[in-house]
């Protein structure tokens, strides 16, 4: 897994509308988006773990093939021994058990080779992977802390632009309602005092004060957060890089 390149990455845009592409895009950048790398270090405890059972069985079918062999060799050797054939023809038949008896020792030489192999696996997954309380993979609740740090001020001030971008769109809508309305009134004097038209005007006039407040302060916060930027992505990189190094570490292993 690679880190998406930045300019490739429509999170750092800098026009509202590049912004906008977070809520329908997913990438690493995205908050709390880093989970996906984060599991990879459970995935590869897991990975670990059936390694081992996938060993560990295959040792068991080594052991009773053995021992099927070799049962079943004394068996038939003593049932010759003890029967009626005799000469050549005997030692055709014991021939066969003599194979018997060296492939029991072939798949006895499989079986340690196996018994070995899952030793060392559990032994490189005790030194890598350590249990918590509460049942998680230290490595995990590492990673995930870093970057819940790397991604704390970016989250904070990312919330933050979201709330004053939907303040200002609230407001530039009820301004286009007050709008709407005024110019309403005016076109019907009839049908409204000026006392009416002034109290339109008024609100037309607030709205418009609120909305370009609003719009100033979405754009400083706006400002604010893309200033953040390349802090957030060396932050987030260096936690990346690793998890990016641990796992590389369990490919290189397995």
């Known amino acids: 897994m690679d880190v998406l390149p930045l300019h490739e990455s429509k999170v750092f845009g800098k026009s509202e509308e590049e912004l906008d ?6 990438s690493f950048w995205d ?12 995935d590869g405890a897991k990975l670990s773990s059936d390694l081992i ?3 560990q069985e295959r040792a068991e079918i080594e052991a009773k093939h053995i021992k099927h062999l070799q049962q079943w060799s ?9 029967g009626p054939e005799y000469g ?3 030692n055709g038949w014991k021939a066969l058990f003599l194979e018997s008896a060296r492939l029991a020792e072939l798949h006895s030489e499989c079986h340690k080779m196996m018994e070995e192999l899952s030793k060392t696996v559990l032994e490189w997954r005790s030194q ?11 490595e995990t609740k590492k990673a995930e802390e870093g970057f819940q740090k790397a991604q704390k001020p970016w989250e904070k001030n990312f919330d933050r632009v979201n709330k004053a971008k939907k303040a200002y769109h609230q407001a530039a809508k009820e301004l286009e309602n007050a709008c709407n309305a005024l110019s309403t009134a005016e076109q019907n004097p009839a049908e409204n005092s000026q006392e009416q038209i002034q109290k339109l005007q008024e609100r037309k006039d607030k709205m418009e004060r609120e909305t370009a407040r609003l719009k100033r302060k979405y754009s400083d916060w706006l400002d604010d957060l893309l200033h953040l930027k390349k802090h957030y992505i060396e932050d987030m990189k260096r936690e990346f890089d690793k998890c990016q190094g641990f796992e590389k570490l369990r490919i290189e292993f397995f």
């Open 21 to 26: 592409v977070v809520a329908q895009t997913q």
């Open 31 to 42: 908050i709390r988006n880093y989970r996906k790398v984060v599991r990879r270090i459970d």
């Open 53 to 55: 059972k996938m060993i």
């Open 74 to 82: 004394k068996k038939w050797d003593d049932h010759i021994s003890k």
């Open 88 to 90: 050549t023809l005997e």
């Open 128 to 138: 890598h992977y350590h249990k918590v309380i509460g049942g998680r993979w230290k």
